[in-house]
């Protein structure tokens, strides 16, 4: 998950958004209101196939989010049943980060492997039990991930 997420108010300009986009390496932005809750989603795609001066004429009202606590299989799902390339993460507080599929992919690419009984398990963090032999996260090691591998 990416987090502080770079937002935008509804009057930002689009040449503001394109060079925050750009500046950050991102390729969407979320619009929020001055409470901070979210308005739409405003991606390349929207700068491109959109007219509009301001976020408010050409960002993405219909957000598709996700809590906290849902689980990244589910994450994943949306992305690809939806044909989407980021959920916003939001909690009763409102936003708190946007999880993207380079964020999945890297998520599938983190091994853990039990220093105890071999037992790999690929998760962004360790484990808190071993599923096989029940050892402490203390226990687990980072598989390091070779390119191609």
Known sequence: MSTPVITVAPHTTIREIADALTKHGISAVPVVDDGGAVLGVISEYDLLARAGTVASE????????????TAIADVRHLLVERRIRRVLVLTAG???????????????????????????????QPPELCPKCRAGSDRFALQEQLPGA
Not at 58 to 69: L, P, Y
Request: charged residues 20%.
């Open 58 to 69: 050409v960002m993405t009202t219909a957000v598709i989010s996700v809590s906290a606590d």
């Open 94 to 124: 409102g936003l708190v980060g946007i999880v993207s599929r380079g964020d999945v992919v890297a998520l599938l690419a983190t091994e853990w492997v039990c220093e105890v009984c071999g037992e790999s398990v690929r998760a962004e």
